[in-house]
């Protein structure tokens, strides 16, 4: 997972060896899905994870009562929460 989602900083987590596991991990998938709540949005950490391709946002209802929430809905593809 990660620890943080925000539309400028992308996806981030406090530590850069986490970052560089979670990176190779996606450089080897086929689709990169990212489950997150409404604590992880808006939210900026000190490593960036760099995804090659756009990671698939997963979730809930409450996210998408989020102020500014459509500013996600556009930087990312988006499921749950409907």
């Known amino acids: 997972g990660v620890n943080g989602i925000d539309c400028e900083a992308g996806l981030t987590t406090p530590d850069e060896r986490e970052a560089?596991?979670?990176e190779t991990a996606m450089q080897h998938a086929q689709q990169v899905y990212i489950?997150?709540?409404?604590?992880?949005f808006n939210q900026q950490y000190l490593a960036a994870i760099h995804a090659?391709?756009?990671?698939?946002?997963?979730?809930?209802?409450?996210?998408?009562?989020?102020?500014?929430?459509?500013?996600?809905?556009?930087?990312?593809?988006?499921?749950?929460?409907?």
């Open 20 to 22: 560089i596991v979670k």
């Open 35 to 40: 489950l997150a709540d409404t604590s992880k």
């Open 52 to 82: 090659t391709e756009q990671p698939i946002l997963i979730t809930s209802e409450k996210a998408r009562h989020m102020r500014h929430f459509d500013i996600y809905d556009n930087h990312f593809e988006i499921l749950g929460g409907k």
